[in-house]
Every structure is written in structure tokens, then in C-alpha cells.
């Protein structure tokens, strides 16, 4: 069983930034494609960014030029940098281990003040 822990989550102001990591095992991640996720409730989850194993990511029009998804090899992590928040922002935040049984975390809350 994999599992994952997200962290970084809080509550920030209109224009600010966050950093989200999720972390498991060093080779489970290095070797797969990851994503984060946003739900926020009453709405269906939505994928925000992807990054593959040998890095190529991919984003949602939403978020482009907002966000960066990337790897922490020091501390074995997928990182998902978050700037120029938006109220509209505002979901709980998972990542996800895309392998042929998707593994998730449990989530980190980002709430964006108007």
C-alpha cells in the first residue's frame, strides 16, 4: 500500500502564495507520474497539474502561469508552488500517484481570502 501525506495548506490573502508537498517513498515517486488535485465542496474534484517521471508537466488553463508543479529530489517530494491566489482557489488540495491503482492522500485545505 502507498501511502501519501500532503502538506502546506492554510489560509492566505487575495495575491499571496503557498507551497503544497506530497511526499512518499523516494522510488515510487521518482518513477511515476503524479498529480495534484483540488475538490472544493459541492464541486467535482478537478485536476490542476501533472508532472511525469522524466518531468514534462502539464497544468490546467486555470492555473497556468500561476502554479508550478515540480520535483524535491533533498527531500522527496512533489511540490506544487501556488502564486497570484484566487478566492476561486479555495479547495482541499490531494495529490495522487497515477499508476494503474491510483493512490491518494488525504488532502491539505487552501483557503484564499477575499
Known amino acids: 500500500q502507498v501511502q501519501l501525506v500532503e502538506s502546506g495548506g492554510g489560509l492566505v490573502q487575495t495575491g499571496g502564495s503557498l507551497r503544497l508537498s506530497c511526499a512518499a517513498s523516494?522510488?515510487?515517486?521518482?518513477?511515476?507520474?503524479v498529480g495534484w488535485y483540488r475538490q472544493a465542496p459541492g464541486n467535482q474534484r478537478e485536476l490542476v497539474a501533472t508532472?511525469?517521471?522524466?518531468?514534462?508537466?502539464n497544468y490546467a488553463d486555470s492555473v497556468k502561469g500561476r502554479f508550478t508543479i515540480s520535483r524535491d529530489n533533498a527531500k522527496n517530494t512533489v511540490d506544487l508552488q501556488m502564486n497570484s491566489l484566487k478566492p476561486e482557489d479555495t479547495a482541499v488540495y490531494l495529490c495522487?500517484?497515477?499508476?494503474?491503482?491510483?493512490?491518494w492522500g488525504q488532502g491539505t485545505q487552501v483557503t484564499v481570502s477575499s
Open positions: 495522487c500517484l497515477l499508476t494503474l491503482r491510483p493512490s
Open positions: 523516494r522510488t515510487i515517486l521518482s518513477i511515476n507520474t
Open positions: 508532472i511525469t517521471a522524466n518531468s514534462i508537466t
